[in-house]
Structures are given as C-alpha cells and as structure tokens.
C-alpha cells in the first residue's frame, strides 16, 4: 500500500472513531470575512479536503456551484446529511486531493481549510498540480494553515509564510497574507494560522 493509501487510511479512521478536534463544526470566520471583503465570483468553487461538509455547505449558501472533495468517506457521509437537512446541492467526491484534477473543468474559486498544510509534508507537486490543472487565470484560491509563531504546542502542521510563498509561486501571485485564528469546537479560539489569498496568473 503506497504512503498516500496509508494516509488515507488513518483520516477515514480518524471520522470513524470521532478523533476530529480541528472540525469546530462552524463555517470559517476567515472564509466569511473575505468573501465579505473582496468581489470574488459566485460561480464554481471547489473545496480541498472538506472533511464534514460545514465550510462546503455554507459556500453552497452563498451562492456557488460547489464540488467538495475528501479521502473520507465517513466525512463526506456526515457532509451529505449537513446538505440534505439544510436543502443544499454540493458535489461531493470521495478522491486523493493529491491525485485529482484530471477530466474536470476548472473553478473559479478554491477554498482549502488544513488540507495544504498536510499535503506540503506528503506529496506537495501533486497537490500542487491538482491546483494547476483545476484553476485558470483569475481564479480565487484562499488557504488556511498552520502558523509556526504558534506558541501552543499541538495543532495543525506549520507552514512557514516564506516557504508558502515560493510553493505557490509562479502559479499564483499574493493577494494578501495574514494571521488568523482557527475556530476550535464551540467557537472557542484555535491555533494560531495563516489567511493566505491568491489568484491565479
């Protein structure tokens, strides 16, 4: 079984069991915030490892066209429940977000919450050839991810902003880089992270 399978494996595990603290089951602050704050297309998105569904529903809400994808299958099971109970459409597909891309149109907005800052210590060219194959010029893209001046210990993977910059970079140029605060279970203030916003070349 490759690493990435292993992988897989251990996240499904992780829903199976309920071993999920960074799923507070509230839509992002910072999703919310920059929507609000930048004219960003209500047209097709695409989110990277959803987990559960709650960030994929709420963009479902706003208006979007959303396609959702997660190597869980119990996630994306309590994901369709969230869509169902709140009279939503997503499309939900269970695949490797390090192997996907192929024979799908590109989106005009990609919203990752903790998929990135995994993905990097992995596979990080086949997460960011996913990125290059579903994007186009113009095309939104905001990462959330760990913050290494996080003083706590624990929390996500730590992404430092300067390696950030020169993985994503040519593909897309810097909108804005900023520190945010992941939402723990509750509302409850999380990690210290990274609001990275970008558009594509």
């Known amino acids: 079984m490759s690493i990435s399978a ?17 799923d507070s089951g509230l839509r992002s602050a910072e ?20 987990g559960s569904g709650t960030n994929a529903v709420y ?15 119990t996630a994306l099971s309590m994901a369709r429940r969230k869509a169902a109970a709140i009279g939503v459409t997503v499309n939900w597909i269970t695949a490797d977000v ?18 990135y800052h995994c993905c990097r210590r992995v596979d990080l060219n086949g997460y960011l050839e996913t990125h290059r194959q579903l994007t186009q ?12 001046n996080d003083g706590t210990e624990g929390g996500p993977p730590k992404a430092p902003p300067a390696d950030m910059l ?3 970079d040519p593909l897309y140029r810097l909108i804005r880089l900023r520190e945010m605060h992941f ?9 210290l992270g990274w609001s990275c916003l970008m558009q594509r070349r």
């Open 6 to 22: 292993n992988i897989d494996r251990d996240w499904e595990n992780r829903y199976v069991d309920g071993d999920t603290p960074w």
């Open 31 to 50: 999703l919310a915030s920059v929507l609000d704050e930048f004219d960003i297309p209500r047209r097709r998105a695409l989110e990277l490892g959803c």
């Open 59 to 73: 963009l479902a809400q706003q208006g979007f066209d959303v396609t959702a994808v997660d190597c869980s299958e």
């Open 98 to 115: 390090q192997n996907f891309g192929a024979g799908h149109e590109p989106f005009d907005f990609v919203f990752d919450r903790g998929c």
């Open 137 to 148: 010029p113009g095309t939104w893209t905001l990462i959330l991810a760990g913050n290494p």
């Open 166 to 168: 020169s993985e994503f």
């Open 183 to 191: 939402q723990d279970p509750g509302g409850v203030r999380g990690p």
